[in-house]
């Protein structure tokens, strides 16, 4: 039939999105490219698949996103702003490819776990046989990598329990390599931003399905966990150990700069967790001068140059263009309409599936409960980066939006 082989077709097209996430620096876009490609050209025949109310407050959602960054770049010609949030467009002309011709969930976990299996091989090749920081060079962003490696890594916890549920070795198989080679790259990257929530997703997901489990499951679990510490804990120790030492140097300069009341404006600050704070500081001055709007774009600049000449934070934030934070980024520059709608970014897939969650077909559930796992995990990312500021950052956050939600809203069509 004309409808299963094209959602054989959106199958195979969302295995090879997540399969070759992170094969490359660049390949992120391999997958995401093919979908749009495919996605356009059907578009006549799909656009309607966005009407219903869920798809609508989810479009609506993405849509609302670019049109705030527009109407703040506008004002001074600031048009290079609207480079990353202009995905979101092409992340709903994909949403209603896949709500017409929904996906196999089972590929999508294949697609996920052998992504996090790759990912995991090339770490361990960087760190054991190059012996340099893994997913670090070449092109590679490690704060962006190490995210998308813990989220593939969680999506194939998910797979393992899926496997469980419908009796599918072969994915069960590939989900273990996924699930711990994901956790190793994450590690031996080095990317902390993306250890503050995952553990507890991860956490939450075995002991939540734990009545899925066998004993063979359990010695696979124990089994994957003693892999992880064993091969990366202690570069990843190294890693967070850093935080606490650059955090002590950072409140000595503090103190030493209070003591010194001539101390020269010149930057102090040099670690990558000091910089940080000094930015959130940054962030939440200005957030707090301009609460509705923010600075904009164009007084941006200016704005920070005069919270330093002030000494309120360290000249280094004249360094960085960003937060850091997403949501201090988007308080800072669009005030509360910014803040307000990062947060229905965030909260409107999760809210047009609400009634989901507990639907009558396993991939249904298992979708939504991905959906908002994904949703979770990208939120926690936020915390220590500007995670939609970075090509991979929007597209991974909207593409698996749009692919997990279109199987929760229209998996009935295939179960």
């Given amino acids: 039939m004309l409808l299963t082989s094209r959602q054989r077709l959106t199958s195979l097209l969302?295995?090879?999105?997540?399969?070759?996430?992170?094969?490359?620096?660049?390949?992120?876009?391999?997958?995401?490219?093919?979908?749009?490609?495919?996605?356009?050209?059907?578009?006549?025949?799909?656009?309607?698949?966005l009407k219903t109310h869920p798809a609508m407050l989810i479009s609506g959602s993405l849509v609302l996103y670019f049109v705030v960054t527009l109407a703040f770049?506008?004002?001074g010609e600031h048009y290079e702003q609207l480079d990353m949030p202009s995905r979101v467009l092409l992340a709903?002309?994909?949403?209603?490819?896949?709500?017409?011709?929904?996906?196999?969930?089972?590929?999508v976990f294949y697609g996920c776990a052998i992504g996090a299996a790759l990912v995991g091989v090339i770490a361990l090749y960087q760190h054991y046989m190059l012996d340099i920081r893994a997913l670090s060079t070449g092109g590679f962003m490690p704060i962006q990598v190490a995210g998308m490696a813990a989220s593939l890594s969680v999506f194939s916890i998910?797979?393992?329990?899926?496997?469980?549920?419908?009796?599918l070795p072969t994915l069960k198989t590939i989900a273990f390599l996924g699930i711990t080679l994901g956790f190793i790259a994450t590690l031996l990257s080095g990317g902390r931003g993306s250890w503050v929530i995952t553990p507890f997703v991860?956490?939450?997901?075995?002991?939540y399905y734990r009545k899925h489990f066998s004993s063979r499951d359990y010695l696979a679990i124990a089994t994957s966990v003693v892999l992880i510490v064993v091969t990366a804990l202690v570069p990843a120790l190294d890693r967070a150990g850093l935080v606490f030492a650059e955090l002590d140097d950072y409140q000595q300069i503090q103190r030493t700069e209070m003591a010194d009341a001539d101390t020269q404006r010149?930057?102090?600050?040099?670690?990558?967790?000091?910089?940080?704070?000094?930015?959130?500081?940054t962030a939440l001055y200005l957030f707090a001068d301009?609460?509705?709007t923010g600075t904009g774009y164009s007084q941006f600049t200016s704005a920070r140059e005069v919270?330093?000449?002030?000494?309120?934070?360290?000249?280094?934030?004249?360094?960085?263009?960003?937060?850091?934070?997403?949501?201090?980024?988007?308080?800072q520059v669009k005030g509360l309409i910014g803040g307000l709608t990062l947060i229905v970014l965030i909260a409107a897939p999760w809210l047009a599936t609400r009634k989901t969650n507990t639907g009558d077909t396993p991939d249904k559930h298992f979708a939504t409960i991905m959906l908002r796992s994904h949703l979770i995990l990208i939120a926690g990312y936020m915390l220590t980066q500007h995670y939609l500021n970075h090509h991979s950052g929007i597209l991974f956050f909207s593409l698996g939006v749009v692919i997990f939600a279109s199987i929760a809203l229209r998996a009935e069509a295939r179960d």
């Fill in 14 to 49: 969302c295995l090879i999105y997540f399969t070759t996430l992170l094969i490359t620096p660049d390949s992120y876009k391999y997958g995401a490219i093919l979908l749009a490609v495919t996605a356009l050209i059907m578009l006549p025949s799909t656009w309607q698949a």
């Fill in 158 to 167: 998910f797979a393992y329990i899926y496997s469980c549920k419908r009796a």
């Fill in 290 to 292: 301009n609460p509705i």
């Fill in 307 to 331: 919270l330093v000449e002030k000494g309120q934070v360290d000249p280094i934030v004249m360094d960085f263009s960003r937060a850091h934070n997403q949501l201090l980024e988007e308080l």
């Fill in 92 to 107: 709903i002309m994909i949403f209603a490819l896949l709500l017409k011709y929904p996906p196999e969930l089972k590929s």
């Fill in 73 to 75: 770049a506008l004002p």
């Fill in 202 to 207: 991860a956490l939450w997901a075995v002991i």
């Fill in 266 to 281: 010149t930057p102090s600050v040099t670690s990558s967790s000091g910089v940080r704070v000094e930015l959130w500081k």
